[in-house]
């Protein structure tokens, strides 16, 4: 099946600082998906992106939609310490509308 | 306020038995999923249902069972089966079509974390 590398597994980073991740496909998708997992609750939604080159912002939080439809990457700024968790990317083919294929998270962790 | 409510929160299981996780939404989802997460794991899909009394295995569907009798609800049973059945289970819904407040996104539970002990 489909599968999605994100990178990195994890991030130690000190607060204020800025954060990049990113996933990348070997087939192309139709929308890309970022979410947030706080620890022991469900996924949030934070950003969905639905055409390739497409730049969105959420806050301190940027996320765009690679040109190749393959890949895409989300960058927060100025971290704080309650941005951490786990950060999945998702993504949804054409020919699978029902249902998301996500990467394996990335933990971030801000050190006050 | 509409929402996808999972319980139990924590859920204990001996070896050997069968235990139904709830899962309930009234956001009029069409859509329904069960994941499994385990730590570095990313989240797995069990089973997923598109409409009412259907449903269609994931890709970890083994030692697992679930129902779609009504809209709102799609309960998953970890039955004995299930060798290794510890796990963080997360219930989601979406609509199956994408319009002004709707996002292809998926809305998870909080999750059950199911331990056997």
């Known amino acids: 099946g489909q599968q999605l590398n994100q990178s990195p597994q994890s991030m130690f980073i000190q607060e204020g600082e800025d954060v990049s991740m990113n996933c990348t496909s070997s087939?192309?998708?139709?929308?890309w998906l970022w979410y947030k997992q706080d620890p022991g609750e469900g996924p949030v939604l934070l950003i969905a992106?639905?055409?390739?080159?497409e730049l969105t912002s959420n806050g301190r939080l940027t996320a765009q939609f690679g040109i190749t439809r393959k890949d895409s990457f989300l960058n927060i700024s100025a971290s704080i310490p309650s941005d951490v968790g786990i950060y999945f990317c998702?993504?949804?083919?054409?020919?699978?509308?029902?249902?998301?294929?996500f990467g394996k998270g990335t933990l971030l962790t801000v050190n006050p | 306020d509409g929402g996808i409510t999972q319980s139990p929160k924590y859920l204990f299981r001996k070896e050997g038995q069968n235990v139904t996780l709830s899962c309930e939404q009234n956001?009029?989802?069409?859509?329904m999923y069960w994941y499994r997460q385990d730590p570095g794991q990313g989240l797995r899909l069990i089973y997923y249902?598109?409409?009412?009394?259907?449903?269609q295995k994931g890709d970890i569907a083994e030692g697992y069972s679930v129902s779609r009798e009504k809209k709102e609800s799609f309960p998953l049973t970890v039955t004995s089966a299930q060798k290794n059945p510890t796990a963080f289970y997360l219930c989601?819904?979406?609509?199956?079509?994408?319009?002004?407040?709707?996002?292809?996104?998926?809305?998870f539970g909080s999750g059950t974390r199911l331990t056997v002990v």
């Open positions: 989601a819904s979406r609509n199956l079509i994408r319009d002004r407040d709707s996002n292809y996104g998926y809305t």
């Open positions: 087939s192309i998708f139709n929308t």
């Open positions: 992106l639905y055409k390739a080159g």
């Open positions: 998702a993504g949804r083919s054409g020919g699978s509308n029902y249902k998301l294929t």
């Open positions: 956001l009029n989802h069409d859509a």
């Open positions: 249902s598109q409409i009412v009394n259907d449903f």
